[in-house]
Nanobody
């Protein structure tokens, strides 16, 4: 199970840090990512990070958001700064491959955490 935390209500210009933890007996994790979705729109990529630490960001968040990972803790984080009302969405954590004793799991998603930025 993936569990996100850290969402909430913040004013424009504020900051939040999202966390995502995977539970269970996991050996290794592939790429990790954060996505977001607003009502009536498709889920969109926010940021990803590979096992090598290479990162990729949506143009709309470059310079404001930072993704990181801690493989020992089996977690990924999204530090969000200079938040704007357009960042309001449900944010989802994704892990593209989990190695478990039962074999690999692919494309694993969390339940989402709401981020609301007030103007």
């Amino acid at each position: 199970e993936l569990l996100e935390s850290g969402g909430g209500l913040v004013q424009t210009g504020g900051s939040l840090r999202l966390s995502c933890a995977v539970s269970g007996n996991i050996f290794t994790i592939g790429a990790m990512g954060w996505y977001r979705q607003t009502p009536g729109r498709q889920r969109e990529l926010v940021a990803t990070i590979t096992t090598a630490g290479d990162t990729n960001y949506a143009d709309s968040v470059k310079g404001r958001f930072t993704i990181s990972r801690d493989d020992d803790k089996k977690m990924t984080y999204l530090q969000m700064t200079s938040l704007k009302p357009d960042d309001t969405a449900v944010y989802y954590c994704n892990m593209d491959r989990l190695e478990t004793p039962m074999g690999p799991l692919y494309d694993y998603w969390g339940q989402g955490t709401q981020v609301t930025v007030s103007s």
